[in-house]
């Protein structure tokens, strides 16, 4: 049987990023061994898995045809990397965003693994050129990044380094969709990939609406859960383009183009994120919701519970 190998690097335990990509690749029958650098960091995480698969299962939410206790069956620790490492194809780097500990990991992982074993790192920010930098053989490299939770949230973005084989990403894009998720696939890589720029676009505009006392906090969230969120849980904004005009999309483009290039133009520049703006959008949003991790862990649960039943709507 394939496996997969998941290097985590926590300083509290192995992470939830890590434990999730565990998830999502038991979930489609494979085997998988956890390495943590912390010592009985990895076997604390089986505990975790073990508990939220179950879970998942009282829930009916379980990916995947085999039971709970089947997938955990396919699920090992380890404290030696060596011994982690040994009959992978799919090594996937799950430590913090730190781009020297990444490198220093694909270095260590490279000397262990045969040249055909895919490096895969899950970073959001850093660039392919930079986190396997310090590889040799940089063809067998690719960025995987999840979006957060990934065992509810699918999408995968798959960014390949300068160097990288199409082969590489044609085996990446298989076993995301095997188990589950759903990739997308970057011809090149760019700051940010595709998601976050996106987001960010979003999270700016939002803020200088807020910074320059347009709307609320509470108001500009509403927007995007009760207005923009709502179609495009299912629909992207190209195909929002598409069917909001009655011809499609050169119809669109002929009806706003002009309106939408003329708000565009207004918009501010790039917000510092600090100072008194920020310290008043903290205060407003602390105030609808409290930063103590008590009231935090509620409103987690909460988006993860929702985020669970809009994927059973989804299916």
Known sequence: MNSAMIYDQNKM??????????????????????????P????????????????????KMLRGNLTAAQQLSLLSSHDDLQQALEGAFFVQECVFEDLEAKQTVFHEVENLVTESVILSSSTSCLMPSNVFSCVQNRTRCIISHPVNPPYYVRLVELVPHPETVPAVMDVAYSLM???????????????????????????????????????????????????????????????????????????????????????????????????????????????????????????????????????????
């Open 177 to 315: 969709t095997e188990v589950g998720q759903a990739p997308v696939r970057l011809s090149k890589e760019i700051d940010g990939f595709a998601l976050n720029r996106v987001q960010y676009a979003i999270i700016a505009e939002s803020w200088r609406l807020v910074q320059d006392g347009v709307i609320s906090v509470k108001d500009i969230d509403l927007v995007m859960s009760e207005g923009l969120g709502m179609r495009y849980a299912f629909i992207g904004p190209i195909e929002t383009m598409h069917l909001n005009a009655p011809e499609g999309m050169e119809d669109y483009l002929q009806r706003y183009s002009e309106g939408m290039k003329r708000v565009l133009n207004t918009f501010g520049p790039v917000p510092d994120f600090s100072g008194e703006p920020a310290a008043r959008i903290v205060k407003e949003i602390c105030e609808l919701i409290p930063a103590e991790q008590e009231h935090l862990t509620v409103r987690r649960e909460r988006r993860d519970h929702l985020l669970m039943e809009l994927a059973k709507l989804k299916k």
């Open 13 to 38: 335990s192995t992470g939830l990023i890590g434990r999730s990509w565990a998830m999502v690749f038991l979930s489609g029958g494979y085997k998988v061994k956890i390495y943590d650098n912390e």
């Open 40 to 59: 009985g960091q990895a076997s604390g995480a089986i505990t975790e898995i073990r508990k939220q698969l179950e879970e998942l299962q009282q829930a």
